[in-house]
Structure formats: structure tokens, C-alpha cells
Nanobody, 124 residues
Framework: LVQLAESGGGSVEAGGSLKLSCVAS????????MTWFRQAPGKEREGIAG???????TYDESVKGRFTISADNAKRYGYLQLNSLKPEDSAMYYC??????????????????WGQGTQVTVSS
């Protein structure tokens, strides 16, 4: 059974930084996507950054240049560095995983496994 657990969320002022982590357990295959999503109250869940097991990345335009996704495949850890945070980045952040190849999709329908989320709050 694949399980994901996020950590690293918190409250920061605008312009600040956070680093989120996601640890995956129970992954028995070597090709997968690990992708970060976020969901603010009253809004749909949106994909913001994904990485495949070969290190190829994809970003939503809203975070490109501010957020950086990385992963340690051997340890099954994923990371999301959040810089230059804005109040509109406030949301619950989730990591998700799916067995797949190629550039990660930022569409939640592609993902079978999800963590419980970690809250990011950015004050102005």
C-alpha cells in the first residue's frame, strides 16, 4: 500500500519561504510521478509542480520561477521549495503519486495516491 505524508507547512509573511517535504512508503516501482497540488477554500484543487523519477519537471505558470520541486528517489522523498510567497499562495498543499512515465501531468485525475496535506498560510 502506497502512503504519502507531507510536512513543512506553516505561517509566513509575504515574501517569505517554506520548504515542504513528502515521504512515500510502499512504492515498489521505479517509474513514477510525484506532484504537488494545492487547494484553497472554495477553490478547486490545482496542480502546481511535478517531477518524474528521471528528474524531469513541470510547473504551473502561477508558481514558475518561485517554487522549485525536487526529489530523492532513493529515499522516496519529494520536496517543494516555496519562495517569494504571496497571500494567494495560501492553501492546503498535497503531494500525490502515480506510476507513470514522461512529463508529469498536473491534472489530479491522473493520481491514485494522496497525502493528507500540509497547510501554508501567507499573510500580507
Amino acid at each position: 500500500l502506497v502512503q504519502l505524508a507531507e510536512s513543512g507547512g506553516g505561517s509566513v509573511e509575504a515574501g517569505g519561504s517554506l520548504k515542504l517535504s513528502c515521504v512515500a512508503s510502499g512504492v515498489t516501482y521505479n517509474e513514477y510521478w510525484m506532484t504537488w497540488f494545492r487547494q484553497a477554500p472554495g477553490k478547486e484543487r490545482e496542480g502546481i509542480a511535478g517531477i518524474d523519477s528521471e528528474g524531469r519537471t513541470t510547473y504551473d505558470e502561477s508558481v514558475k520561477g518561485r517554487f522549485t520541486i525536487s526529489a530523492d528517489n532513493a529515499k522516496r522523498y519529494g520536496y517543494l521549495q516555496l519562495n517569494s510567497l504571496k497571500p494567494e499562495d495560501s492553501a492546503m498543499y498535497y503531494c500525490a503519486l502515480n506510476r507513470a512515465r514522461g512529463l508529469p501531468a498536473l491534472d489530479a485525475r491522473w493520481y491514485d495516491y494522496w497525502g493528507q496535506g500540509t497547510q501554508v498560510t501567507v499573510s500580507s
